[in-house]
């Protein structure tokens, strides 16, 4: 994984906003969806890591898409490598970056088998040891996985974060350490999902729709009323 993770600059990024309005903007997030989901599907931890894996550069509706017949086959990290590197190649050929991703998920499967005996491990660092699996996939598994605060940032996140002010940052890594530093202890948990959510279905890229947004009264962005 490479040192720090980097996205396109951000065209808006606004002021870091003060605690109450965050509090305020996550009660809001909180009471429209108090149990926020991921959209990766899968059937244990170890399949939740490939499909985060795969989904570097692709979208989830593309990989669940893949990967409901391959999780049916392949289930566990001996079953993938029964499976054998052509076998998943032509499961996941519609996904972007395959054939390194195939790669990617053969290799992290035998260290999970040689190293773990077969299980995941619970630990940021050992996660990210696994070819294919960097911070944000590791932050993922975590959260979704262990129930731990981790805080996955990805395209959605950082432009939300920018743009709202809730954490706003250069890169992604300083966009994670301003929504640990500043989101509630009390919305950490589910923070990262309310802000993916947030960002693919409402503050989209292109044309935000500002005029449905349940925080726009609380938004600084300024070009929510063009």
Not at 105 to 125: C, F, H, T, W
Request: charged share 25%; glycine share 6%.
């Amino acid at each position: 994984m490479q040192a720090t993770r980097k996205l396109r600059i951000p065209d808006v990024m606004a002021k870091q906003l003060d605690y109450h309005t965050i509090r305020a903007i996550f009660t809001r997030f909180q009471d429209s969806d108090p149990e926020p989901k991921g959209e990766l599907e899968h059937v244990n931890v170890y399949t939740l890591v490939v499909a985060v894996a795969l989904s570097a550069q692709a979208t989830d509706a593309g990989v669940n898409k893949a990967t409901r017949a391959l999780f049916q086959v392949a289930d566990t990290p001996q079953k993938m490598l029964d499976l054998g590197l052509e076998g998943l190649t032509e499961h996941i050929k519609t996904i972007g970056l395959f054939r390194q991703k195939a790669k990617n998920v053969m290799k992290l499967s035998q260290i999970l088998v040689d190293d773990y005996g077969g299980e995941v491990p619970n630990s940021r660092a050992a996660l990210q040891s696994l070819p294919g699996v960097g911070r944000k996939t590791a932050n993922v598994v975590l959260n979704m996985w262990w129930g731990q605060p981790a805080q996955a940032v990805d395209t959605h996140i950082f432009r939300v974060g920018n743009r709202t002010g809730i954490a706003p940052g250069k890169n992604v890594d300083v966009v994670e350490r301003a929504i640990e530093d500043h989101i509630p202890a009390d919305f950490q948990l589910h923070a990262h999902h309310w802000l993916i959510l947030h960002g693919r279905y409402t503050c989209v890229a292109r044309k935000p729709k500002c005029a449905a947004c349940i925080i726009r009264d609380l938004c600084p962005f300024e070009d929510k009323n063009l």
